[in-house]
């Protein structure tokens, strides 16, 4: 959209910036000449009112009349779901100042009530339910040219509960990656917050994906690649879990003792995990701070077991008919997943992960008939094969089978595959020791309470679990 000896300076910096002519046209960049009034002439000479284009943020009110708002930018336009254009960001191609000059509030566009490349990446969302939010538009064009298209921008504007909602009407799973000097801040906490409050409570899992000290998502796909990207992807944290590591970091960085940090670190918990979570996370914290677990455990707040009864969800009734593709992601999917893809795998791992482990009664219905009939399967369409006669389930298989390369779940090989079921395993076992460990934690304050002696048998066994979870 910038051609001719004027768009010069653009069409450099788009190359310099690695966009193709592909994505130039995608995404309709265009280019603000570096003149007062460009766009002021162009739309006088087309009978545009410019009082309605002075409320729509294009050009400005001076002394001498009307002026372009844009001078020498590059022009990004963010689309309505719907098409319609809503706003421009325009990134300075020189050193002018501010670096991105955004549109305002206008009668169309309300600030932090949209997303940039929603209009696309809803698309790209629609086989995994899965959107990744990151904070510059020209980071979220870097990506989607990589071919990660489900990738969505703040617009300039801290990230807020709208546009939180906004996600929930397209995507299930929401990633949100920052800077790798922007993790930390005030900034991003407050994202996490607002994503975690306003998606989580109605079961969208949010993700926390963290890139290294001074990269951003489009410097980082240039250099390392989208397949790298996607590892980031796997490895992004809960976000709980995100928030509680940049708490423990400030405590470590500190000089206190652990009997002023043992306080500290209950606190943490008691404020950022959910209740039913607790003891989860005393085990991780004590790892992370290298405490004794069971002196944490006692501490304070945490050594009144009413503290652990678990919380009413309120407003969120259970239903026999929520669709499975709306569920947090689990190991159930992960694992169905991959079984419907490599169908030879459930005879070496249908007797290592029971179908007892299933909460979700559509998922263990599925893997059960799967391992009963592993022998005999070979294919993808062999599998569907088994739930013909099923409409209900097969719709499952089905959706199961369409996840294609943006998935959160991807595995190139059966190697991947293995590998990951064997991850499944093992986090199966973990739980199994921290189920243990809660028990005979019980157990013994129970009998030290009623003024007991705990058996040699029953101490070896629980410091044995505790060796085992520190690792």
Request: proline share 3%; aromatic share 8%.
């Amino acid at each position: 959209m910038f051609a001719g000896e004027r768009g010069a300076a653009a069409r450099a910096y788009c190359a310099k910036r690695g966009f193709t002519a592909a994505t130039i046209e995608r995404f309709d960049l265009g280019y603000a000449p570096d003149s007062w009034s460009g766009l002021v002439g162009e739309l006088e000479g087309n009978g545009v009112d410019l009082g309605l284009a002075a409320k729509a943020g294009l050009v400005k009110s001076g002394q001498r009349g009307y002026y372009d708002f844009y001078r020498d930018r590059l022009m990004v336009p963010t689309y309505a779901t719907t098409g319609e254009v809503l706003a421009f960001g325009g990134r300075a191609i020189g050193d002018g100042e501010p670096k991105y000059l955004n549109t305002a509030t206008t009668p169309v566009y309300t600030k932090g009530h949209h997303l940039f490349a929603l209009n696309l990446a809803r698309r790209a969302a629609q086989s995994d339910r899965t959107l990744i939010v990151v904070e510059g538009y020209l980071d979220c064009i870097a990506l989607h040219q990589a071919g990660i298209e489900n990738t969505v921008a703040a617009l300039g504007t801290s990230f807020t509960a709208e546009q939180a909602a906004e996600l929930r009407k397209y995507a299930d799973y929401i990633y949100l990656c920052f800077d790798g000097d922007a993790a930390g801040s005030g900034a991003a906490t407050k994202a996490i917050d607002i994503a975690s409050n306003t998606l989580e409570s109605t079961g969208s899992p949010v993700r926390i994906v963290t890139l290294p000290s001074g990269d951003d998502p489009d410097s980082f796909v240039r250099v390392h690649g989208a397949g790298e990207f996607r590892r980031l992807l796997d490895a992004a944290k809960p976000a709980i879990e995100f928030k509680i590591d940049a708490e423990i970091e400030q405590l470590r960085a500190g000089f206190d003792s652990p009997a002023r940090i043992m306080p500290k670190a209950a606190g943490l918990i008691r404020r950022l995990a959910p209740r039913e979570e607790w003891d989860r996370w005393v085990v991780y914290v004590a790892n992370r701070l290298q405490v004794n677990v069971d002196d944490l455990r006692n501490s304070r707040f945490l050594a009144d077991s009413a503290n652990f009864a678990p919380r009413a969800r309120n407003g969120m009734p259970e239903s026999r008919h929520v669709s499975t593709s709306l569920e947090p992601l689990s190991f159930e999917r992960e694992v169905v997943s991959i079984l419907l893809e490599e169908p030879l795998l459930a005879v070496e791992y249908g007797e290592r992960i029971g179908a007892s482990r299933f909460s979700n009664a559509v998922y263990r219905r599925i893997y059960e008939r799967i391992v009963g009939a592993a022998g005999g399967l070979r294919t993808t369409a062999d599998v569907f094969g088994l739930f013909a006669e099923d409409q209900g389930i097969l719709d499952v298989v089905v959706d199961l089978g369409r996840r294609d390369r943006s998935s959160a779940v991807r595995y190139g090989d059966s190697e991947e595959r293995r590998a990951h079921l064997e991850r499944v395993v093992e986090r199966l076992r973990l739980n199994d020791e921290r189920e243990r460990y809660r028990e005979l934690s019980h157990l013994i304050d129970e009998r030290l309470t009623c003024g007991e002696t705990v058996s040699e048998e029953l101490r070896g066994e629980f410091e044995t679990l505790v060796a085992k979870l520190k690792r």
